[in-house]
């Protein structure tokens, strides 16, 4: 039996989207002025990602819950990129080396989100490294990969190949803005670093919905 790799991608792709919506929403209604009161005592309009998930409840639970579920049918959609993904590139090292890539990104994922900094911070960091440095590399990669052709369309994907750029430069702009918040306390820093982060956060998100449901969508797994 062939059983298809969208209905499982779609569905761990959107949970983390819409566990970010809500507990976004639900930090602005209920938790707005003291989410976004900082040290500098400036204004701001949003708060970080980082803290509406991490400081409140229900949202820590709720971004656990649906994330965790997420990481887990990702990892079935790992087994079905490692399967397919051999049809486009016949390199077992290069293959290999994508899926075992895309497993750390999704441990990192679930690291970092199980374990809060403020609870055991060792874990959070670990988590955070693993899944920055191997998403990093993972969109770099499989870009790449797909404006050589691997979907075999041979055609230049636009969207797919920005991908990279817009990831980095919204890590680089959240590193600079949470510096210049840090040390010169400018209103509306805070809100910058707060959408930059959810902007990356998205990207991520959206670049292996882009892949999975639409570029390899016809990518299957045969259940003996």
């Not at 989100?113 to 693993?130: I, Q, Y």
Request: net charge positive; glycine share 6%; with cysteine.
């Amino acid at each position: 039996m062939a059983v298809s790799v969208v209905p499982f991608s779609f569905i761990s792709i959107h949970l983390p989207t819409i566990a970010a919506i809500v507990c976004y929403g639900i930090t602005m209604w209920k938790e707005f002025e003291d989410s976004v009161a900082t040290h500098c005592h400036v204004w701001n309009l949003l708060p970080s990602f980082s803290s509406t998930i991490g400081n409140y409840t229900p949202q820590r639970y709720i971004w656990r819950l649906l994330v965790g579920v997420s990481c887990t049918m990702r990892i079935f959609s790992v087994l079905m990129f490692e399967k397919n993904l051999k049809r486009f590139n016949r390199n077992k090292m290069i293959v290999k080396m994508l899926t075992w890539m895309r497993l750390a990104e999704i441990i990192g994922l679930f690291l970092l989100t199980m374990f809060a900094s403020t609870e055991v911070f060792p874990a959070h960091a670990f988590g955070f490294c693993l899944f920055f440095i191997f998403s990093t590399i993972n969109i770099t990669v499989v870009s790449r990969l797909m404006n050589g052709g691997v979907t075999g369309s041979g055609k230049l994907n636009y969207g797919v190949v920005w991908y990279p750029f817009i990831y980095m430069a919204t890590f680089v702009g959240c590193f600079i803005s949470y510096l210049v918040h840090t040390n010169y306390c400018w209103s509306g820093v805070y809100t910058i670093f707060g959408g930059l982060e959810l902007v990356m956060i998205l990207s991520n998100i959206f670049f292996w919905y882009q892949c999975d449901c639409h570029e390899w969508s016809s990518y299957t797994i045969s259940i003996e």
